[in-house]
């Protein structure tokens, strides 16, 4: 009886056990169902499962196709665009869960092209006796597609000036005034190259002087290393542009609609007149080939230009003319500028795709790209947009297999209108501007996503550095075998970290060059930008050579900038990880700590440079340091509380305070009336600056200005100021919520 | 052996059902701990505990210690103030977890104690005829404290402008108009009586004229239904202002420290030279009591003035002299002002209190009341500080109790300088602009608690109607037994609803009249205000006759306002059930189909007014009727998903989001470029209007100012898409979030 009643309370203590078990783990809590979900964290065989599916050859043929016409904006070859976007992504198989077109009625500017732009030296007695192209020399069928646009420069005004030629460097203010130190510029024609100035402002700067029209071109020495021979030395023998490129472009200083300024370009918005827009060209402008520029500048009469001023020519490139020099067939010649651009408002689309997020819907990470281009933009923007394409192809096939459904929902944006001022992009971000400000964790944009070879490059927030580090540990750097991106990367750029020691250097996005723009300094989104690029010891070129020309063609990519589509691979990997990682942390991958060290670099920059001509105004730069010390106070506080929580046991709403104080750090940095000036510049750490100086772009701007301007240092207090506050208040985010 | 087994068999089986319930409800899984919490509502028996605590007694002798003493802001009487409300909230007994003062330096007008402002009748030959009083009638001891400041007007430049006297009625810029059609204004003083237009008003639209200096007084048949005779009709004998009161007030147009606009007011912050000050008095300005205006008024001279323009007094209110009536003993003498207000940078205190919340602790309800008065200020602003220190008495004891913590964080706020033009409140939402907009549920303001005891007064957004009605119902009216603040309301104010059929009218913060404003206008979040007030059938008093003179005391209050202090205790058991709800509900009790309601209730007045006119310019209403239709439909829809989801039992980040998009709601509302005139206003549908239509503020103003100025239809376009995209950002913000 001992034996059996010992059996029994074995027996009944294992019955007891068994049902401990199964009461415990086996069944599910009314909470249950979801507790699992919104403790999940990144899982990191679903990045390797994404990293491997990754595939080169599909990125190859998306460019293939993408890149058949040229899709400049609003063209029947932009709709063809569209409708592959949104064939691909409204493909029940495709695993998006949503994707549409949306529309905006925008303000661009074309040639005519029954009326081509010309560009003649016309004799006294008005012979023509020299007349620029107007279309790129054909090397493949690609430049004999009669959708090639003609070269010209987006929203010159049209006009027929005429006058002796100088020669102007780059259009710069710098050299505009030295020119005009010996030379009077009223009525003349300037001709300068690409690059030191914006596309508009080459004209800007000239009006003030009584220059009636300008040219410019890319000087072989800033593109093509010095080689200008198409029979050997450039495209389609090299990744050179060839003499009769021509780099087009938007000659515009703002981005966005330029007719509805911070209303998204609906039928009905209102429309500012046509002739209240700023930050264009006040008088006619046309780019040319350097075939044509050679022509032009080397028969320029007068003394030799300062060394600084040459390019590639064999010539001098003479000024103080002005006009030709007697010895030239074109002495006493004008150059005549006949200009038909019109203005037209138009139906621009982005398209957008949706992944819907499982535990955290209202949390978007965005990831973009612009869809138009030039002509045939295979690199710009197509490069990216093939990258995109094979990123939502393998996301998506995830998605319908059921392995995988991301915490956030994150949005796809092929943004239109790019080219012609960043419009699609911005016009969404108005459109929406609350709740993209409300719940975006951070952008993501890929748009020229190979350059070269080399190197990976890239630009964001300090925040998502430690992020993009994490990735490219993750990626093998294209024909290297094992070596991964970041230990490539690290070779080509890096710096010393107070925090991390020697680290590849992530630049900052402080102009408008892609469509971070508006996520960046309107909405104040952590965002970031990367590509893959060359090896600037081996090259000087200030972009690849075929930028924005008829040469940027499948032909020239597959061939010159990436042939296997290996970097383009890479490219998407990164990018890729990254994407995986923002949506599906569960402790979002921004550091709050990264971004402190930004702001005390960029202190320690301001102090030695302004401290002390401040003082002399009395003016303190100490809430500047309070504000910078308060911020890294209350970062390395947060970053404490994030290591010692065991946040996948804790609420799930102490997870989401915490990363709602990551996600929205960057909106504490935004004034709408920090920057008057610059129009949809709000963030105060990283706006554009003039001043050319690595720190804080308002203080640097002001400070500069008042050094030359009597009475203005009181603009220089009220920045700091405006600085202080808006510093002290990301502390105020990042510190304990009560 | 058989009996055995099944004894053993069913023993096991016991034991493994008792194992398994103990596993499931004995054993707390990992997230156990806190999934209850989460998913707990408002205990509302808590809430009856919380009104059954709020004790009449308490907020009388709050008051009583309040009033000690006058507490002008930034005077030693206003740091006795700071003082007992950081001795209640730091008390480790009080149950708040944090007290502390935030100070701010800003710029205040003061008379000088030394050389007090005198206004006089002087004759031609200089000899002073008539001296207006410099101080109140002493009826008690109050009035008698040497800290009583002079009856001034406060930002009003010094001055000693001397000329004949002319009635200008209510100084609105209609008055001066018709006055100067028949009197030659250049240098004469202007008298006019409050009401009508703002106090700095009356000099700025006087200032045109040459007029070179204004009186202004209380008419009493706008306080006093009349009445007159400090011997039985006035105080002490009645609520009525006595003949030598005098209301101080503020003369400025915007809000917050005027040399700091949209920067906290701290030491080293840039401030803007006094010189560009805009919105205050460009002449000298003074209050005197009718008293003194009836003296000075019932001798002028000319014709009488028109009926409307006539106030209590028993003359005709003569205009067209300038200058005293020929009978008169002033005859050809003139009024002469002798103002020596300075301008100083003082220090101003807010003393704020924090009750940490226990599972949204990043989540704020925010409840303040100003702290200065302008002499005792028994009712403005004691009253609702005496409420304010109750609802912290008991809120912080069953803190202290351990029987409540609050959801969500509530802070208190105690405000400074309110009285100088919200100075205190406007600062706090400047330094932590971010932290607020980000975390901000709702802001309750209780200034002046008790006008009188008639019926509740409530204003506030539409989405917290419901809340307050929800609260009212649960209070029980002053003196009316079990009748609830509720029905009786419904007798004095009500509406019909589309939704809700008859209802009590609540009221718009469309303007600035207390330390609510900046949240509304600046931050963008959902506010209310309230208070007991009168019966309008029963007085025309533009206020409670007593408010910011020297009558304003715990005597006046006491036996004149709200003996037994039963309007008070109702007002803080509504106040503070609304503030419980707010910060212990699950979802937040904020309806956006109200707020639709109130957006169509706007476009309706709207399209009658405006559409024909607008279609005539070719400006179309369809986008505004769109917007408010999508706001209307995605109202619906998210109302719909709230009743339909089981909310306590499903993931808490559903919740969250679902009270995310409540309590961002008015966010979406706010345009920093939408009124570039109007100091710190940027909520599109609640801005101040000058155009007196119940719609649409900015487009009602920029409507009238089209109809008077030639080619400025454009701005009403302009603003018809910067408040159709609000509205259409409004309702994308409560669409599904993706």
Redesign the interface.
């Known amino acids: 009886m001992i034996k059996?009643a010992l059996?029994?309370i074995l027996?009944?203590?294992?019955?007891?056990?068994?049902?401990?078990?199964?009461?415990?783990?086996g069944?599910t809590?009314?909470?249950?169902s979801?507790?699992k979900?919104?403790?999940k964290d990144v899982d990191e065989s679903l990045v390797e499962k994404f990293l491997s599916e990754v595939d080169s050859s599909h990125i190859r043929e998306n460019l293939r196709e993408l890149t058949k016409v040229p899709h400049m904006a609003t063209t029947a070859g932009d709709e063809q665009t569209v409708q592959l976007m949104l064939k691909r992504w409204q493909d029940p198989d495709a695993g998006l869960?949503q994707a549409w077109r949306e529309e905006y009625l925008v303000y661009l500017s074309f040639p005519d092209p029954k009326k081509p732009n010309k560009v003649t030296v016309v004799s006294p007695a008005d012979a023509v006796l020299y007349t620029a192209r107007e279309k790129e020399k054909v090397y493949t069928p690609d430049q004999d597609d009669a959708e090639v646009v003609q070269p010209y420069a987006a929203y010159s005004p049209a006009g027929q000036p005429k006058g002796k030629l100088v020669y102007a460097n780059q259009g710069k203010p710098s050299d505009y005034k030295l020119l005009s130190e010996t030379v009077d510029l009223r009525g003349t024609i300037a001709i300068t190259r690409y690059g030191g100035a914006g596309r508009a402002d080459k004209a800007i700067n000239a009006a003030p002087y009584g220059v009636s029209g300008v040219l410019v071109y890319t000087d072989p020495l800033d593109i093509n290393d010095g080689l200008m021979s198409d029979a050997s030395e450039t495209y389609p023998h090299s990744w050179y542009m060839p003499p009769s490129g021509v780099e087009r472009g938007s000659f515009n200083t703002h981005y966005g609609d330029m007719l509805?300024p911070?209303?998204?370009a609906?039928e009905?918005?209102?429309r500012i007149p046509a002739e209240s827009i700023t930050g264009i060209p006040p008088i006619p402008i046309q780019p040319i080939g350097f075939e044509d520029a050679y022509k032009l500048i080397c028969e320029l009469g007068g003394r030799a230009a300062p060394d600084a001023w040459r390019g590639g020519f064999n010539c001098t490139y003479n000024f103080g003319g002005p006009g030709f020099k007697s010895t030239s067939a074109f002495n006493e010649s004008d150059v005549k500028l006949a200009i038909f651009n019109t203005e037209v408002v138009k139906n621009s689309s982005n398209v957008m795709g949706?992944i819907?997020?499982s535990?955290?819907?209202?949390r978007?990470v965005i990831y973009g790209n612009h869809r138009d281009s030039w002509v045939h933009g295979a690199i710009d923007p197509s490069s990216g947009t093939s990258v995109m394409l094979e990123l939502t192809r393998v996301l998506g096939r995830m998605v319908k297999q059921g392995t995988w459904r991301p915490r956030r929902?994150i949005?796809f944006g092929s943004w239109g209108a790019e080219e012609f001022g960043l419009i699609g992009s911005a016009e969404y971000t108005?459109?929406?501007?609350?709740?993209l400000s409300?719940?975006t964790v951070a952008y993501i944009n890929v748009d020229i996503a190979v350059f070269a070879n080399a190197t990976l490059r890239a630009s964001g927030m300090p925040s998502l550095q430690n992020v993009i580090f994490k990735a490219t540990k993750q990626v093998d750097a294209p024909g290297l075998g094992a070596t991964s991106v970041y230990d490539n990367w690290i070779r080509y750029a890096n710096r010393t970290s107070s925090a991390h020691g020697p680290i590849p250097r992530v630049g900052y996005l402080t102009g408008a060059g892609s469509d971070y723009a508006a996520f960046v300094h309107y909405l104040g989104i952590a965002s970031m930008d990367i590509s893959y690029t060359y090896d600037r010891s081996k090259t000087n070129a200030r972009i690849y050579p075929a930028y924005h020309t008829a040469y940027d063609t499948f032909d020239y990519a597959s061939k010159f900038i990436d042939p296997g589509f290996i970097s383009h691979q890479a490219i998407a990997r990164t990018a890729g990880n990254v994407l995986i990682r923002l949506a599906d942390s569960l402790v979002l991958p921004l550091n709050c700590s990264d971004y402190a060290e930004s702001l005390e670099d960029y202190l320690n920059t301001a102090v030695p440079l302004y401290q002390s001509k401040l003082q002399a105004q009395g003016i303190?730069m100490?809430?500047l340091k309070r504000a910078v010390a308060s911020f890294r106070s209350a970062a390395t506080h947060l970053d404490q509380v994030i290591r010692s929580s065991d946040l996948a046991?804790?609420?799930?709403?102490k997870v989401?305070?915490i990363n709602?104080?990551l996600m929205?750090l960057d909106?504490?940095f935004l004034d709408?009336?920090a920057f008057p000036d610059k129009y949809a510049y709000r963030h105060v750490i990283w706006a554009s600056s003039s001043a050319g100086k690595p720190t804080f772009p308002g203080l640097a701007d002001a400070f500069a200005n008042a050094e030359l301007t009597v009475g203005s240092w009181?603009r220089v207090?009220?920045h700091?100021?405006?600085l202080s506050?808006a510093i002290?208040?990301?502390a105020?985010?990042l510190a304990d919520?009560?």
Chains 1, 2 share one sequence.
């Open positions: 059996q059996i029994g027996c009944g203590a294992v019955a007891l056990t068994v049902g401990i078990l199964i009461g415990h783990y069944i809590k009314s909470n249950g979801w507790a979900d919104v403790a869960d509805t911070y209303l998204a609906k009905e918005t209102y949706v819907r997020g535990v955290e819907p209202d978007y929902s949005i108005e459109q929406y501007f609350t709740k409300e719940r303190s100490e809430p046991n804790e609420t799930p709403l989401r305070r709602d104080q929205l909106r504490a709408p009336l009181a207090h009220y700091l100021s405006v506050q002290e208040g990301a105020h985010t919520v009560i």
